[in-house]
């Protein structure tokens, strides 16, 4: 069986230590005089941080989707390793997204189907219900869309060429990320 991470890197699938497309500049977007390259990094650090997070999580969906649609957990991946990278993928994205909605991007459309896709793994660890890969890839597919597109959204919002549009060089140092 293949593994996941070597499908996702046929596919073109960016790896975490390189920032993905979603983060570089659009022709429309560069009407403002041209940055040097220190000031694109400057302007342009959030959203390679905030990429890097995302892309995290989009590798880890693409482990626990790949595993729905294909009937079968990776190989090697106990049941148990499995429902825990399911439960540490909700937590990290619900502490993320906490974080994001209550200080940067207010989006609540992400929580009530991360909320019952926990809720089903937390019940599949406990015993209470038996693991369904079908049952799994309908959750998923419950808010994958609109978390798949506030993933990119983001990034987008954060690029270079808007964010100094609204803070100075100097702004964009201090705040926080």
Same mark, same amino acid.
């Given at each position: 069986?293949?593994?996941?991470?070597?499908?996702?890197?046929?596919?073109?699938?960016?790896?975490?230590?390189?920032?993905?497309?979603?983060?570089?500049?659009?022709?429309?977007?560069?009407?403002?005089?041209?940055?040097?390259?220190?000031?694109?990094?400057?302007?342009?650090?959030?959203?390679?941080?905030?990429?890097?997070?995302?892309?995290?999580?989009?590798?880890?969906?693409?482990?626990?989707?790949?595993?729905?649609?294909?009937?079968?957990?990776?190989?090697?991946?106990?049941?148990?390793?499995?429902?825990?990278?399911?439960?540490?993928?909700?937590?990290?994205?619900?502490?993320?997204?906490?974080?994001?909605?209550?200080?940067?991007?207010?989006?609540?459309?992400?929580?009530?189907?991360?909320?019952?896709? &926990?809720?089903?793994?937390?019940?599949?660890?406990?015993?209470? =219900?038996?693991?369904?890969? /079908? *049952? @799994? #890839?309908? $959750?998923?597919?419950?808010?994958?869309?609109?978390?798949?597109?506030?993933?990119?959204? &983001?990034?987008?919002?954060?690029?270079?060429?808007?964010?100094? =549009?609204?803070?100075?060089? /100097? *702004? @964009? #140092?201090? $705040?926080?990320?």
């Amino acid at each position: 069986m293949e593994q996941p991470f070597e499908k996702m890197a046929e596919e073109g699938v960016p790896k975490c230590e390189k920032p993905t497309e979603v983060s570089a500049p659009k022709k429309e977007d560069q009407d403002l005089p041209k940055m040097s390259p220190q000031e694109f990094r400057v302007y342009n650090r959030m959203a390679e941080h905030m990429d890097m997070f995302h892309e995290n999580f989009r590798r880890t969906w693409n482990l626990l989707y790949g595993a729905c649609t294909s009937g079968k957990r990776p190989a090697g991946m106990s049941l148990r390793a499995f429902l825990n990278t399911g439960l540490e993928f909700c937590h990290h994205l619900t502490v993320h997204h906490t974080i994001e909605e209550q200080h940067i991007f207010p989006h609540k459309l992400i929580h009530n189907g991360l909320e019952k896709f &926990e809720g089903y793994l937390e019940e599949c660890r406990s015993g209470e =219900r038996e693991l369904r890969l /079908e *049952e @799994m #890839r309908e $959750l998923l597919e419950g808010f994958g869309t609109v978390l798949w597109q506030h993933l990119d959204d &983001e990034v987008k919002q954060l690029r270079a060429e808007n964010m100094r =549009r609204f803070w100075s060089a /100097e *702004e @964009m #140092r201090r $705040l926080p990320m």
